[in-house]
């Protein structure tokens, strides 16, 4: 896994990629008292690894807005420049598998919500053939949700000379 930015004692610091990319560059010259809690936005908005990252497994649709009130963002997230570092920073860490993961684990969060939300209706025009159906289909859809997820780890593990896994922050 790419690392755009280091972990060190709970913190977000820069690597050599915010000094060498232009679009993390720009961030840390032109929010100079704000680029590290930029740094966190971009992080926990988009990397795909689960074992660093505790917003991933947050719906997206409500991850923005807590990630901001956790880092307490003073920042606006439609600035020009932060849309584009973000825009970025997805592009950089998508790999098949990651689009994978999402692709499945929305479709699994809708089902999920659907199921929970539906009022079940019965008769000629009742949900409740679509209801039973989609329970039937839920076992299969979670076992490919847990092997693209899987998938995912494999894919975010970081391994040294003899098989041994490389901490995020080494």
Do not use: W
């Not at 704000?34 to 992080?43: G, K, P």
């Not at 009742?126 to 998938?151: C, H, M, P, W």
Request: hydrophobic fraction near 30%; charged fraction near 25%.
């Amino acid at each position: 896994m790419i690392k755009l930015f280091d972990i060190q004692n709970g913190k977000i610091i820069p690597t050599e990629h915010c000094y060498t990319l232009s679009f993390l560059k720009d961030v840390m010259d032109e929010y100079p008292e704000d680029h590290l809690v930029i740094y966190s936005y971009l992080f926990y908005m988009t990397c795909p690894n689960p074992e660093l990252n505790p917003y991933f497994n947050m719906p997206e649709d409500d991850r923005e807005q807590i990630i901001l009130q956790d880092i307490n963002a003073e920042f606006s997230t439609e600035d020009e420049l932060v849309l584009s570092a973000l825009n970025k920073c997805r592009q950089m860490y998508e790999t098949p598998t990651v689009r994978a993961y999402r692709g499945i684990s929305s479709m699994l969060d809708r089902l999920a919500t659907y199921m929970e939300k539906t009022p079940i209706t019965h008769g000629r025009d009742g949900n409740i053939t679509a209801l039973v159906s989609a329970a039937k289909n839920f076992e299969g859809i979670r076992q490919s949700f847990k092997g693209a997820y899987k998938d995912l780890q494999e894919e975010q593990q970081t391994r040294t000379r003899g098989g041994g896994s490389l901490a995020y922050d080494q």
